[in-house]
């Protein structure tokens, strides 16, 4: 009997399966070869996009390397507009990249530089990074107020932005930002005693004295408060005076002396001003004498003028006077300095600005930016506005930044009242005074409210010639585009 052929089957499946399995590991082989080829691929783009990042990285550092050296330089050394393209290597020396630059100058009266920088590999020019960032170099503006002398903030007074002192502070208001002295510890000249610390309060319950642990009091200083600090320096600004008539007498505005008391500025919002000539100074009321012996003491206050004409703000921005000023008036998206000053330098002769009517501004966020820069005091005269305002960053270089003391009636005398005593003062800008600040006395004559609000656009967006505080460009932003 024949039996069936069961070897010829088997082989045929065995074969079957052979295939199969040949198939599937074949399928599963190719399968691995690509996931590793792509992941070969990944490792690659990631190191070249690793690498497009530190050639972009470098483009951003070399321009700040660049600007240490040539600070108003913004085409590269190049006088020609960009891109500006660099070539990235290692220590070897062997090019393994390039970086692209697009800057942009700063807008008139900032130093904030724009930097674009576009970095790519040399081993894939389909990859690239860019990062953008900005460089500034920081004004004085840095500090709401920032004083060469001892200084007080008295009941009544709020502060938002930074307060300094070279020899100490004494806050009985209100600081919404942080305080700083120079000194560790004080004589306070407006409270016997001993030694205080460098930023103190005697809005109840009163500071304790030195070693004593530093109370919080965020009720007075709701930032805190740092002392000592390193000091600030006022010697330069008086340099800075002198550059800043040098420039307004060959593209600014220049006037020499009056010949008389001084000057009257007053500012328009059509990019003019109205020059007077002070013809006559206002005579102190009978009885009304400096009681305290202050320097230069006066009302300050204009009687008579004569009005020399009206003028275009100059381009440079730069108003200088050889003589005592008086400023008031709005301007609408100007950027001026007006300055004081007495060459050669005396001081028994320092020009001064005063202010007594509203300065004003029409535009709160940088467009508009003013500064007075006074040789001597920057002060609000007798006969000021009851509510002052004044939209500037103030400097007194020598002097002092506040009001005279005018006493006020006493029995049958009207002595300086009814001016001894005014309302309300709000500065909105910065103050910068060498001498002790203050438009109030403890006897309640002057400003029974004092605000003073810090313009943060001042610090990189300056007036026109304003002193800065560095030589150097310091990074402000960063971000990575793409």
């Given at each position: 009997?024949t039996?069936?052929h069961?070897?010829?089957?088997?082989?045929?499946q065995l074969?079957?399966?052979?295939?199969?399995?040949?198939?599937?590991?074949?399928i599963?082989?190719?399968a691995?070869?690509?996931?590793a080829?792509a992941n070969?691929?990944a490792?690659?783009?990631?190191?070249?996009?690793?690498?497009?990042?530190?050639s972009?990285?470098?483009?951003i550092?070399?321009y700040r390397?660049?600007?240490?050296?040539a600070?108003?330089?913004?085409?590269?050394g190049?006088?020609?507009?960009g891109?500006y393209?660099?070539t990235f290597?290692?220590?070897d020396g062997n090019?393994?990249?390039?970086?692209?630059?697009?800057?942009?100058?700063p807008?008139?009266?900032?130093?904030?530089v724009?930097?674009t920088?576009?970095?790519?590999?040399?081993?894939n020019?389909?990859?690239?990074?860019i990062?953008?960032?900005?460089?500034?170099?920081?004004?004085?503006?840095k500090?709401?107020?920032v004083?060469?002398?001892?200084v007080?903030?008295g009941?009544?007074?709020?502060?938002y932005g930074?307060?300094?002192?070279?020899?100490?502070?004494?806050?009985?208001?209100?600081?919404h930002?942080?305080?700083?002295?120079?000194v560790?510890?004080f004589?306070?000249?407006d409270h016997?005693?001993?030694?205080?610390?460098?930023?103190?309060?005697?809005?109840?319950p009163?500071d304790?004295y030195?070693p004593?642990?530093v109370?919080?009091r965020?009720?007075?200083?709701?930032?805190?408060?740092?002392?000592?600090?390193?000091?600030?320096?006022f010697?330069?600004l008086?340099?800075?005076l002198?550059?800043?008539k040098?420039?307004?007498?060959?593209?600014?505005?220049?006037?020499a002396?009056?010949?008389?008391?001084?000057?009257h500025?007053v500012?328009?919002t059509?990019?003019t001003?109205?020059?007077y000539k002070?013809t006559k100074?206002?005579?102190a009321p009978?009885?009304?004498?400096s009681?305290?012996?202050?320097k230069d003491?006066?009302?300050?206050?204009?009687?008579?003028?004569?009005l020399?004409g009206?003028?275009?703000?100059?381009?440079n921005?730069l108003?200088?006077?050889e003589d005592?000023?008086?400023?008031?008036?709005?301007i609408?998206?100007?950027r001026?300095s007006?300055?004081?000053?007495i060459?050669?330098e005396?001081?028994a002769?320092?020009?001064h600005?005063?202010v007594?009517?509203?300065l004003?501004?029409t535009?709160y966020?940088?467009?508009?930016?003013?500064?007075?820069?006074?040789q001597?005091n920057?002060?609000a005269g007798?006969?000021?506005?009851t509510d002052?305002?004044?939209?500037?960053?103030l400097v007194?270089?020598?002097?002092?930044?506040?009001?005279?003391?005018?006493q006020?009636?006493?029995?049958?005398q009207?002595?300086?009242?009814?001016y001894?005593?005014r309302?309300?003062?709000t500065?909105?800008?910065m103050?910068?005074s060498?001498?002790?600040?203050g438009f109030?006395?403890?006897d309640?004559?002057?400003?029974?409210n004092r605000?003073i609000i810090?313009?943060?656009?001042?610090?990189?967006?300056?007036p026109p010639?304003?002193p800065?505080t560095?030589?150097?460009?310091t990074p402000?932003?960063?971000?990575?585009k793409?």
């Amino acid at each position: 009997m024949t039996q069936p052929h069961h070897t010829t089957r088997e082989s045929g499946q065995l074969s079957m399966y052979v295939l199969v399995f040949s198939a599937v590991s074949l399928i599963m082989l190719s399968a691995f070869v690509l996931w590793a080829d792509a992941n070969i691929k990944a490792v690659f783009r990631d190191t070249d996009r690793a690498q497009a990042f530190m050639s972009a990285e470098a483009g951003i550092e070399y321009y700040r390397w660049h600007l240490a050296h040539a600070k108003t330089d913004y085409k590269d050394g190049t006088g020609q507009p960009g891109p500006y393209i660099h070539t990235f290597a290692d220590k070897d020396g062997n090019e393994v990249g390039s970086f692209s630059l697009e800057i942009a100058a700063p807008p008139v009266g900032s130093t904030v530089v724009g930097i674009t920088s576009t970095g790519t590999v040399a081993a894939n020019s389909t990859i690239s990074k860019i990062i953008e960032a900005k460089m500034a170099i920081p004004s004085f503006a840095k500090y709401s107020a920032v004083i060469g002398d001892y200084v007080r903030f008295g009941a009544g007074t709020e502060i938002y932005g930074p307060i300094h002192s070279n020899l100490g502070v004494r806050v009985d208001g209100v600081a919404h930002n942080l305080v700083t002295s120079s000194v560790a510890k004080f004589n306070d000249p407006d409270h016997s005693g001993g030694d205080e610390f460098g930023v103190h309060t005697h809005t109840a319950p009163v500071d304790p004295y030195p070693p004593s642990p530093v109370p919080i009091r965020s009720d007075v200083f709701m930032a805190g408060r740092q002392f000592p600090v390193a000091p600030i320096d006022f010697v330069g600004l008086t340099q800075d005076l002198a550059n800043i008539k040098t420039d307004a007498q060959s593209a600014g505005f220049y006037r020499a002396s009056s010949g008389a008391s001084g000057y009257h500025v007053v500012l328009k919002t059509n990019d003019t001003f109205d020059l007077y000539k002070v013809t006559k100074v206002l005579r102190a009321p009978n009885g009304c004498v400096s009681v305290l012996g202050q320097k230069d003491w006066g009302t300050w206050t204009v009687e008579t003028q004569t009005l020399l004409g009206n003028y275009a703000f100059p381009s440079n921005g730069l108003l200088f006077f050889e003589d005592s000023v008086w400023v008031d008036g709005t301007i609408n998206t100007a950027r001026l300095s007006i300055a004081a000053g007495i060459f050669p330098e005396n001081s028994a002769h320092y020009a001064h600005i005063t202010v007594n009517n509203d300065l004003r501004y029409t535009n709160y966020d940088g467009q508009d930016i003013l500064s007075l820069i006074a040789q001597g005091n920057v002060s609000a005269g007798l006969q000021s506005e009851t509510d002052l305002r004044i939209d500037a960053a103030l400097v007194a270089q020598n002097g002092r930044i506040g009001r005279y003391y005018y006493q006020g009636p006493s029995g049958n005398q009207n002595r300086c009242g009814p001016y001894h005593v005014r309302q309300t003062i709000t500065l909105y800008g910065m103050m910068a005074s060498r001498e002790r600040y203050g438009f109030a006395y403890t006897d309640g004559t002057g400003y029974q409210n004092r605000i003073i609000i810090y313009d943060a656009n001042l610090l990189y967006g300056p007036p026109p010639s304003f002193p800065l505080t560095a030589d150097y460009y310091t990074p402000i932003y960063w971000n990575e585009k793409k």
